[in-house]
């Protein structure tokens, strides 16, 4: 079956405390991986595709890796305005379905 | 501005009713989708359609039903047979071919009173 896997499911880190969120898939083939951002109360915003393993995407703070098995997101000396649910996200060969995680819930604390 | 419009942001339901939350993109995507989200449980989706004048149903399409009579349009109508209606409702939006990454609304809350 599969299968989209995040963790932690919360995370709590100090102002400038680097760290790294994982997504783990078993999947019958990838087509995609996906991160998104998102905001209480709000919809999802995209943040990095991932296509092959080995890849690797940057946008400020944020750095998103792929392998065969899963995905790191690590964030590097965070803020607090970096807090917030990060959403994985895989898109399957097989049926073009998409499978989310669960989420990682990220505070930053000043 | 290119994106996704979902209205209204906040909706009310009596029991027994049937109301319709309403979902447009202007970025001329071919499919479009419907997740409902839930605390603690992700993203689950209700319904799909990849062309115009067709569509798929999810994990969770019971209680639902959709239409898709323009590229841009995806309604989606939460029935009185949904027993379980309060949530959050997401409408996303990709291309079909290529770099087909998925985008989203800002959401509708629906609450039933």
């Known amino acids: 079956e599969d299968q989209v896997t995040q963790s932690p499911e919360a995370l709590r880190l100090q102002e400038g405390e680097s760290s790294s969120l994982n997504c783990s898939y078993t999947?019958?083939?990838?087509?995609?991986l996906f991160w998104y951002r998102q905001d209480p109360g709000k919809g999802p915003e995209f943040l990095f595709t991932l296509y092959s393993a080995g890849e690797e995407k940057e946008k400020e703070r944020l750095k998103a890796t792929l392998t065969k098995k899963e995905s790191f997101l690590h964030i590097t000396a965070p803020k607090p305005e970096d807090s917030a649910t990060y959403l994985c996200a895989v898109r399957v060969n097989r049926d073009d379905k998409i499978i989310f995680g669960k989420g990682t819930r990220l505070h930053i604390l000043p | 501005d290119g994106g996704i419009t979902q209205s209204p942001k906040y909706l009310f339901r009596k029991e027994g009713q049937n109301v319709t939350l309403s979902c447009e993109q202007n970025?001329?995507?071919?499919?479009m989708y419907w997740y409902r989200q839930d605390p603690g449980q992700g993203l689950r989706l209700i319904y799909y359609?990849?062309?115009?004048?067709?569509?798929q149903k999810g994990d969770i399409a019971e209680g639902y039903s959709v239409s898709r009579e323009k590229k841009e349009s995806f309604p989606l109508t939460v029935t009185s047979a949904q027993k379980n209606p309060t949530a959050f409702y997401l409408c996303a939006s990709s291309s079909v071919t290529g770099r087909n990454t998925i985008y989203f609304g800002e959401g509708s809350w629906l609450t039933v009173v």
């Open positions: 359609s990849q062309i115009v004048n067709d569509f």
């Open positions: 999947v019958s083939g990838l087509r995609g």
């Open positions: 970025l001329n995507h071919d499919a």
